[in-house]
């Protein structure tokens, strides 16, 4: 049982390149979410989904995309890479009824 | 809108000493309260949650938690730290009419234990 899995761990962009960090859960978890994490802010909730079709913004969505096509898979998209998105992201799932959310190891993004 | 506030961004112990981190949240609905802890380089791993079926809860590591609803507090306590435990700790609230769905942090609280 994997968890969740997130790839890649690292990643270095340029700025203005697009990139996409996968994020895959086997548990048959309905929600979904990609927070990222900035020292001192702890973690801020970028995109969430309820289900397959279903997203909405979080906290801090400008800058990412995010679609959800099946009930494993939730990729985070960045458009156009800005330093400013220089931070750990993390994807994590759970099941509808505050069971708390499982994490992955999360993806150290730097864009230079 | 709900939000927590995590008191104490560092906070250090000797070892065998009592831990208390401290956690005040705001919600206009009944709370889901959760603790996490991050390793350092790793994923956050949940410590216990309350989902209203008892206070006091126990979680794993030797740590527990009390909900307070008159004081809005959920504040993390373990009787004797051990070495093992220095790490970030983080709170966090979701709503129950949401079920659960949106989690909404603290800003950490780095512990850390001496000899």
């Known amino acids: 049982n994997a968890g969740v899995t997130q790839t890649p761990k690292f990643q270095v962009l340029k700025t203005g390149q697009s990139m996409t960090l996968q994020c895959a859960q086997d548990m048959n978890h309905e929600y979904m979410s990609w927070y990222r994490q900035d020292p001192g802010m702890g973690l801020r909730l970028i995109h969430y989904?309820?289900?397959?079709?279903?997203?909405d913004q979080g906290e801090v969505p400008n800058g990412y995309n995010v679609s959800r096509s099946t009930t494993e898979d939730f990729p985070l998209r960045l458009l156009s890479a800005a330093p400013s998105q220089t931070s750990v992201y993390f994807c994590?799932?759970?099941?509808?009824?505050?069971?708390?959310?499982?994490f992955g190891s999360g993806t150290r993004l730097t864009v230079v | 809108a709900q939000s927590v506030t995590q008191l104490g961004s560092h906070v250090s112990v000797s070892e065998g000493a009592l831990v208390l981190l401290r956690c005040n949240y705001s919600s206009s609905v009944p709370p889901y309260l959760f603790w996490y802890v991050q390793y350092p380089n790793q994923g956050l791993q949940l410590l216990l949650k309350y989902t209203s079926a008892a206070t006091l809860v126990k979680g794993i590591n030797g740590f527990e938690a009390e909900f307070k609803k008159s004081e809005t507090s959920f504040h993390l306590t373990k009787p004797s730290a051990h070495m093992s435990d220095a790490a970030e700790y983080f709170c966090a609230v979701s709503d129950q009419e949401g079920g659960g769905n949106k989690l909404t942090f603290g800003t950490g609280t780095q512990l850390k234990v001496e000899l």
């Open positions: 994590a799932s759970t099941q509808q009824g505050g069971y708390g959310y499982t």
């Open positions: 989904s309820v289900g397959a079709g279903i997203t």
